[in-house]
């Protein structure tokens, strides 16, 4: 049974680039969370989607940055015109649908690092 | 916004050791998720608890939910060099009453001399 993926695992841009990150959940998950993590940080939350939807997007930038996650195919966040302070690790989790818990299972991520 | 505090920050302790980490918070929450990063990789959970009070244990770890619905303890038992890594803290915004983002601590590193 395999876990959240994503890809790419790592991500090099230059500044003014377009960064796509994608993530594929668990089987049987419809929930989405993209997380950004800062070297020594903790993960701090960007935006929460099901399919089709946005549920949450309060920890997103509102420039340059989308996310979605179609009916077909993987979620997708998107970093447009990228600047060296995107350069973090973003982590997709997934939990299934109707979750009477919180708990969240993660992917293994993709660097970004912005030249 | 809510926040985690976790202590200590970082540990280095010898093989063999057992270790205490906790996290506080000003708001209380209904679930507590504790998770470990291995560098390069993204968090796993460890144990999850959701009752007040509650202790739950996963093989070598223990985690306790603190009465005061502020608070969480995780305890590593017999440590080995396999558990390094970091630890994080974690709940569900807003006092745990809605589903969605988590708020996650600011982790403990824990170092373990072989």
């Known amino acids: 049974n395999a876990g959240v993926m994503q890809n790419p695992r790592h991500l090099v841009r230059r500044r003014g680039q377009e960064a796509r990150l994608r993530c594929s959940p668990m089987?049987?998950?419809?929930?989405v969370y993209w997380y950004r993590q800062l070297p020594e940080e903790g993960l701090k939350f960007m935006v929460y989607l099901q399919k089709e939807n946005i549920i949450d997007e309060s920890g997103m930038p509102k420039e340059r940055f989308s996310a979605e996650f179609p009916k077909e195919g993987p979620s997708i966040l998107r970093i447009q015109q990228v600047v060296r302070g995107d350069s973090a690790a973003y982590f997709c989790a997934s939990s299934p649908q109707g979750a009477s818990t919180n708990e969240q299972f993660f992917g293994p991520g993709t660097r970004l690092t912005v030249l | 916004g809510q926040q985690l505090n976790q202590s200590p920050q970082s540990m280095f302790i010898q093989e063999g050791e057992d270790v205490s980490m906790n996290c506080t918070s000003s708001?209380?929450?209904?679930?507590w998720l504790w998770y470990k990063q291995d560098p390069g990789e993204g968090p796993v959970l460890l144990i999850a608890l959701y009752k007040a009070g509650e202790l739950t244990s996963n093989g070598r770890l223990t985690a306790q939910f603190g009465i005061t619905r502020k608070d969480s303890f995780l305890n590593i038992s017999a440590s080995i060099p396999s558990d390094v890594g970091i630890y994080f803290c974690a709940g569900p915004n807003a006092g745990g009453t809605s589903y969605g983002k988590l708020t996650f601590g600011q982790g403990t590193i824990l170092t373990v001399h072989p």
């Open positions: 089987k049987g998950h419809s929930h």
């Open positions: 708001s209380i929450f209904n679930t």
